[in-house]
DNA sequence: CATATTAACTTAAACGTTTCAGTAATTAAA
DNA sequence: TTTAATTACTGAAACGTTTAAGTTAATATG
């Protein structure tokens, strides 16, 4: 089981070792005869030789290698894609990686985790860091000396690309649209509300809306717990103990929409008869649903494109040269949502 | 930005750069007095060093690293997770590896795709793939040298380590339990039923069930598409067609349960009253859903954890011994399953 | 015709580790 | 007290590529 090394080929063929590097890789600058360059290929079809791409990364310094770092949002859980949002952006990350060439290094993090090894050493090509905030592991991250782009998260540092979407935009849309339906107690569903991260924004724009109405913000109207089903289980129960006060609800994440409907169900409150949602991402998922989610539609296909583009555009640029790209979003009426006419 | 190399720490320590590969790897063959041992960590903090991985991959011949291959069922279809089967069962396998302090090499496939690049040149330590069979790159996958998991798949073949489940007993248990809530007409609808696949064993338990209940298995009972929600849309708008005769169904995947409901739906069809399912997987989904699916549940995480350590074990191995799992199902009951009687 | 250019290669160094084979100094055994 | 074994290192080869620099031989230029 010996492994064929471009030694070999070289021998089969009758050339030195550089010729058949140049061959394969197509160098410009070198000529290479069609004589010779049809020996080479024979040689390397004949023993089967696969180059050792690890050779060439150490050599060439690069390696057609994409590190992406997903948060897994809980230490103990092991189902880091329990949001399916995050499964659809992986696969649109990985699709578009490997039209262009180029393999991925996938590893989950904590937050506390140190990002290092996957960053630095496997000589990756570049990095996309979902969700999360790099925090401490920040400036460690810089010295890895290859683009990063980080999705999703409102780190502000030119040093990063950044990928995201028009968070509070969309969160103000959402509420707006359930105030245009009549409803004047709306819930906050969401994920934890933190620096950095898109809950915060999507609060923001849930603020704005109902500000530009006229109404309040209500303490015991937000609900922030975590980005998962049992959370929004956890929220049906909290909101019927909270006496059911808000007519409707905007939900940060399908995830979380799910449970709650489910908790609402299982408690007798009807969806949208009791309670009508309006929910964030829509993933697959949202459409799947029972009822299924008006929610507020993020072009998750291209937000991952658009992530190994930035990468991939970025090594090659000599120069560092800050990018930014936010994507738009738009409301998908479904079946989630009733007007509402205030009691008289 | 310069990178630091072993031989930056050694000058910085005094010392040669073998000695930092040794204390740095823990060398069991090799001493090192304590007090150089010290200096040396000292100097790997005082500038950061982090070692190369591809490098030590070239040199080692081991790469921490394993291989994941998980299908693209259609060839245009950008999410290759549509199915969040994939999803659970890829995070599972990322968290174990992550464990053992590997990290994970993904890549989607499709069907004639070469799977050799991954494979054989990345130097991974192993090689998962997930639900393909990898048809005529089997061969030259062998000659990668490293050890290969198949997950739910039935080639048959004692250089290839398998992990999978009891489909046919699943399927069988899945229809017997129809049938003993009085259902006579029990339609099938799957994936394509092809060979080396999970269906075909499904298939079978099917079809032995009705036939130990001394029933007939139909041709037009018989739905075959792809694994994902369009497709269970497609079956129910092909169940009206054919004049509903079925008054339950066995669905081979939750993702297809939840088309195959929601077209139903559309069509005034309620699912349990109209019709019974029961469905397979229980990913995360079937619970979520409305109403909820009975179906045969297979532990994805522990699939997704052996087929980890099956990778790590026989990567220690020296000899090749192959090793066959096959994990246990059991039916979880829900709302989708309805007593049935026979209008008289 | 002598010289410069080009085409078609080859040589050898470099990439950053690991690891085998030494070596010198110290300690243990005979 | 000599020899053997152990400790604590070092040197250099090897892993499989890429690539800058060098070398011919053939062709073009003045």
Redo the contacts between chains.
Sequence with gaps: ?K?ISIKDVAKEAGVSASTVSYVLNDTPTESISEETRKRVIAAVQKL?Y??????R??SSRH?N?IG?LIP?TEPGK?????N?F???L???I??TA?QNGY??????TQEDQCY???A????VDGIIIVGTYPGENLN?LK?A?VPIVLVDSYVKDPDFHTIGIEDKEGARMATRYLIEKGHRRIAFISGSIREYGVNIKRYQGYCDALKEAGLAVEESAVYSGTVD?EYGLAAAVLYAERGRKQTAAFVTADVIS??F??GL?QQGIGVPDDISIVSFDDV??AN???PSLTTVHQDI?EKGRKAVELVLEAAKAKEHQHTECILPLHLVERDSVREWREPT
């Design positions: 089981m492994r089967e696969v180059p050792n791409l690890n050779a990364s150490l390696s290698l992406v897994q092991e189902f880091m894609f329990s399916p995050y499964g659809e992986l696969s649109s990985e699709y490997r393999h991925l290094l996938l590893s989950g290092l090894n996957i630095q050493n496997r000589g460690a010295r000396g089903y799910m449970g409907v489910k169900t697959y998922l799947m649903a029972y296909g």
